[in-house]
Every structure is written in structure tokens, then in C-alpha cells.
């Protein structure tokens, strides 16, 4: 019932603001897009910690980062906050700030590409080094958009 | 009665107890102030410890040792009755916050060796046997159980303060010093273990966070 629902409303990421009805199914995709990058950019970091990491394992991996940089501008509509009755860490200030929230997400999207780029490089510290970059990206935007958890 | 002093804490158990409680203090500082290099490495000197103190609480000293202290709610219930072992170590009682602050702390150091951060810019050393999912559940029961070992360690300081100023007994001395003056000529003290148990256990606690540090290569 829930996973037609869910594809239906990734296939239709883009007409979102039509769908607000359904807060708490948009802040449930939301969640496991954030989740699935997440997934996908530790697979990347505990390739960096073998011996030999797997270019292929990275490069797919970075795939779902990339995506998810094109796709994070339509997880937000209006009414998906803490104001929609549904647990979510999303602030706020996401609607109020909105600029400095898409400044936030292009900083996102720019280190994302540049990541992307070393990880074809396939140069291991390098990668290091960007996995770094990126995760301050990250840092920087939940510091000032995502809720401590209780 | 006589008074004499004699031995209650080996050295190994009072360097591990202050070892620990400058360690603690210290993990939490760097995790409050997200130095996670230094929160990642006195982590893993608190799994030395502990390792250590379990190893130890099978072969050393008798009063470090778990069935030396550990015993059954009768046990308990007699203590609290105000019946005297006539034996020095942890009563009865005492030996549950022991438990409980051993418990607490192997769950803390456990869980903040699979703990992922959000940003995924931290990561515990074995990390990368978990999803991040389960990283982040990891990171969550690391955050509860600290909870957890505050109060322990305030309810800890509060039996402490009890002895000190209502039954006028100094319980931080002992574990400075190593000995405490009791009454009655028929209290044994402390028997220490040899030397070489001591070097086995700090060889084993050692070698095992090494390898715990080098990610757990199987």
C-alpha cells in the first residue's frame, strides 16, 4: 500500500508542491533519501579504510551522492516541518531562511560534483581528503537546518 | 577493640578507577567540544581499562575479584540489616554499582566503536562491520547510555558523601592510599596477586585494543 505510494511520489519529486497534502509521506521519503545517501557515503569511507578500496563500490556510491544533490531541491516542500504534527528533525528556519537554505543546499550540490570528480580519480587520498570536504557540507547545513535529536 | 590499618585496594584497581575517572571526564569534554581524534583514542584507553578490569576481576587481587563481591539479594538484605562481613572490599550493595558502572561503561565503549556520525565525517574504528543505519542506532544507545553512566556516577558520589559525613567513614582515602584503619583484630586485609598475572592481563587488554584500533581485521 505504503511502496506504490512512496515510487509514485519519487517519480513525481518534481511536481511535490502538489502532493502537500501528504506531509508525512513526503517527510518519509525525505528521510530514506537522507538515509540512503548516508548509506551510500559510509559504503565509500569503509571502502577508503581497505587495503585495496573498490573503485567500482566508490564510483557507484558516489552515484547515489551525485543524484541525491539534483534531487535534494524538491524534498522540501512547504508544510513537511515541525509544524506538520510529523517527527522530523527539518527545521524550521528551512522556510523562513530560504535563501541561506538554498545557498546551504548549492554549497551541498558544488562539493558533491567536485566529490564525485575525485572519486573517478580514483586516487585514494585525495578521495580522503574530498570525503572530508563533503562531510563538512553536510555538517554545515544540519548545524544550522536539522534539529538536535531528544 | 584494636584498631590496625591494613591493605584494601591493590595498586592495579586504584590506578584503573583514577585512570578512569580522568578518562571519563575527559571523553566527555571531547565529545561536547567535537574533538573526535582525542574522543576516539581515550575511548579506546577506556576499553583497555575495562578490558583489563575484567581480566583482573577473575585473577587478581581478592578484593578486585567478581566473586569475592558479587553475591545474592540475601547477601544484600543481611548487609542492610547492618550485619558487619567483618571483611574489607566492596559490600554487598556497593558491588551492584560496580556491576552496573562496569555494564554501563562495556556498553558505552562497545556501542562507540560501531557509532557513525550523521555527516559521516566520524566513525568508530569498527564501523565499517555495521550499515550506517545501525551505525546511527549504535550512536544513539552511546548517547542514551552516558545518560545512564551520569547518573550511576552521581548516585556513586552520593554513597560516598553518605559514608563520609553519616556513618563518618572516608572511602576515598582507601582508594588513594590502599589501606583504611578497621576495628577488630579478626578483619584479614587484601591478598594481592603476583606480579606477572598483572603484566598478563595489561599484555592481553593491550594487544586486544591494538587490534580493536587497526579496525579488527579478520
Same mark, same amino acid.
Given at each position: 500500500m505504503?511502496?506504490?505510494l512512496?515510487a ?9 508542491p502538489l502532493l ?6 513526503q ?5 530514506k533519501?537522507y538515509?540512503?545517501m548516508g548509506?551510500?557515503f559510509?559504503k565509500?569511507?569503509d571502502e577508503?579504510?581497505k587495503?585495496a578500496p573498490s ?9 547515489t551522492?551525485t ?10 516542500p512547504?508544510g513537511?516541518g515541525?509544524?506538520s ?7 524550521a528556519e ?5 535563501a541561506?537554505?538554498k545557498?546551504a ?12 570528480r ?6 585514494a587520498?585525495?578521495?580522503?581528503d ?12 544540519h548545524?544550522?537546518f536539522?534539529?538536535?535529536k531528544? | 577493640?584494636s584498631?590496625?590499618?591494613?591493605? =584494601?585496594w591493590?595498586?592495579p ?7 578512569l =575517572?580522568?578518562l571519563?571526564?575527559?571523553s566527555?569534554?571531547?565529545a ?9 583514542y581515550?575511548?579506546? &584507553?577506556?576499553?583497555? *581499562?575495562?578490558v583489563?578490569r575484567i581480566?583482573?576481576g577473575?585473577?587478581? +587481587? !581478592?578484593? &578486585?575479584?567478581f566473586?569475592h563481591?558479587?553475591?545474592? @539479594?540475601?547477601a ?7 550485619h558487619d562481613s567483618?571483611?574489607?572490599?566492596? !559490600?554487598p550493595l556497593?558491588a ?7 555494564l ?5 565503549? &562497545?556501542?562507540?566503536l560501531f557509532a557513525v556520525d550523521v555527516d559521516?565525517?566520524? /566513525?568508530?574504528?569498527? +564501523?565499517? #562491520? ?18 545512564? *553512566?551520569q547518573g550511576l ?8 558523601a553518605? #559514608?563520609l559525613l553519616?556513618k563518618r567513614? !572516608?572511602?576515598?582515602?582507601p %582508594? =588513594?592510599?590502599?589501606s583504611r584503619?578497621?576495628s577488630? /583484630?579478626s578483619v584479614?586485609? %587484601?591478598e @594481592?596477586?603476583p &606480579?606477572?598475572?598483572? *603484566?598478563l ?9 591494538? #587490534? =580493536?584500533a587497526?579496525?579488527? @581485521?579478520?
Open positions: 505504503l511502496k506504490p512512496i509514485a511520489l519519487i517519480l513525481a519529486a518534481p511536481a511535490a502537500a497534502q501528504n506531509a508525512a509521506a517527510i518519509s521519503v525525505r528521510h533519501a538515509e540512503a548509506d551510500a559510509k565509500i569511507q577508503l579504510r587495503p573503485q567500482a563500490v566508490m564510483q557507484q556510491s558516489v552515484k551522492i543524484d541525491m544533490a539534483t534531487r535534494q531541491y524538491s524534498l522540501f512547504a513537511t515541525p509544524t504534527g510529523v517527527k522530523t528533525l527539518a527545521k528551512i522556510w523562513t531562511q530560504t541561506k537554505f545557498a543546499q548549492d554549497k551541498f550540490a558544488a562539493e558533491a560534483g567536485s566529490f564525485s575525485i572519486v573517478a580519480s580514483g586516487d587520498a585525495r578521495i580522503r574530498g570525503a572530508r570536504n563533503l562531510g563538512q557540507a553536510c555538517k554545515g547545513c548545524t544550522d536539522r534539529a538536535e531528544k | 577493640m584498631a590496625k590499618v591494613v591493605a =584494601v591493590d595498586r584497581i586504584r590506578s584503573f578507577h583514577w585512570l =575517572v580522568v571519563i571526564g575527559f566527555w569534554w571531547t561536547e567540544t567535537s574533538r573526535m581524534d582525542w574522543h576516539q581515550s575511548g579506546l &584507553a577506556i576499553c583497555f *581499562l575495562l583489563f581480566l583482573w577473575f585473577v587478581g +587481587s !581478592n578484593t &578486585a575479584r566473586s563481591f558479587v553475591r545474592g @539479594p540475601a544484600i538484605l543481611r548487609h542492610l540489616g547492618g567483618g571483611r574489607v572490599g566492596h !559490600n556497593g551492584l554499582s560496580v556491576v552496573a558502572l562496569l554501563t561503561l562495556v556498553i558505552q565503549v &562497545a556501542t562507540g559521516g565525517l566520524e /566513525s568508530g574504528p569498527l +564501523s565499517h #562491520y555495521v550499515s550506517f543505519q545501525q551505525g546511527r542506532q549504535a550512536a544513539a544507545i552511546h548517547d542514551a547510555s552516558f545518560t545512564v *553512566l556516577i552521581v548516585l556513586h558520589l552520593a554513597a560516598i553518605f #559514608y553519616v567513614d !572516608n572511602l576515598v582515602r %582508594m =588513594v592510599t590502599g584503619t578497621v577488630g /583484630s584479614a586485609g %587484601m @594481592p596477586a &606480579a606477572w598475572r598483572f *603484566l592481563c595489561v599484555s592481553v587488554a593491550a594487544l586486544f585494543v591494538w #587490534y =580493536v587497526k579496525g579488527f @581485521p579478520l
